[in-house]
């Protein structure tokens, strides 16, 4: 790509991390190489499944923890907080000397809010970021300045979810 730009899914609606790795299977199939950081989810997931048999996309888990953050204790947000903080200095550290052509940053929103990462640090990415590099970031409440700064920027609204009526959620659907 010639010059990559910012998106943003967001919002209190289901489909934030779909729409992204829509995406990424989307440009998988033009052979672009896709880099997936997802953050604050452990368990199995259908997309961790599927990205394993494409070869142009690469896929990690910036933690461990399969618990949710309001799950958790104070000892276990503080190790959940070094992952991450490990994480996200080791994709710094090798993007500049990547080739990839996408980034999706799967729930760094959460990340921002629960002061994992500050929101400057996300946005002095962005800003620094390679000019040929796309960049997808999911999560709820995206702070107004990475909002100003991206390109395209979508809200999930809920509607109606199938949880309001005490349906669990399924496997290949929400997880």
Same mark, same amino acid.
Do not use: C
């Given at each position: 790509?010639?010059?990559? @730009?910012?998106?943003?899914?967001?919002?209190?609606?289901?489909?934030?991390?779909?729409?992204?790795m829509g995406l990424a299977l989307r440009a998988s199939g033009y052979?672009?190489?896709?880099? $997936?950081?997802?953050?604050?989810?452990? #368990?199995?997931?259908?997309?961790?499944?599927?990205?394993?048999?494409?070869?142009?996309?690469?896929?990690?888990?910036?933690?461990?923890?399969?618990? *949710?953050?309001?799950?958790?204790?104070? =000892?276990?947000?503080?190790? @959940?907080?070094?992952?991450?903080?490990?994480?996200?200095?080791? @994709?710094?550290?090798?993007?500049?000397?990547?080739?990839?052509?996408?980034?999706?940053l799967d729930e760094i929103m959460a990340v921002i809010n629960n002061? *994992?990462?500050?929101?400057?640090? $996300? $946005?002095?990415?962005?800003?620094?970021?390679?000019?040929? @590099?796309?960049?997808?970031?999911?999560? #709820?409440?995206?702070?107004?300045?990475?909002?100003?700064?991206?390109?395209?920027?979508?809200?999930?609204?809920?509607? =109606?979810?199938?949880?309001?009526?005490?349906?669990?959620? #399924?496997?290949?659907?929400?997880?």
């Amino acid at each position: 790509m010639k010059r990559g @730009l910012v998106h943003i899914y967001t919002g209190n609606g289901k489909g934030k991390t779909t729409a992204a790795m829509g995406l990424a299977l989307r440009a998988s199939g033009y052979g672009y190489k896709i880099f $997936i950081l997802q953050f604050l989810k452990a #368990r199995k997931t259908g997309e961790k499944l599927a990205v394993k048999n494409i070869d142009s996309i690469t896929y990690k888990r910036a933690n461990t923890s399969a618990k *949710f953050t309001v799950q958790m204790n104070e =000892k276990e947000k503080k190790v @959940l907080k070094e992952e991450i903080k490990k994480s996200w200095q080791d @994709l710094k550290n090798n993007m500049s000397k990547s080739n990839y052509d996408i980034l999706i940053l799967d729930e760094i929103m959460a990340v921002i809010n629960n002061k *994992f990462i500050s929101e400057k640090q $996300i $946005i002095d990415f962005v800003d620094s970021k390679p000019r040929e @590099l796309e960049v997808v970031m999911t999560g #709820r409440n995206a702070p107004q300045k990475l909002i100003e700064r991206a390109d395209y920027v979508t809200e999930m609204k809920l509607i =109606k979810h199938p949880f309001t009526q005490n349906i669990k959620a #399924r496997k290949g659907i929400e997880f």
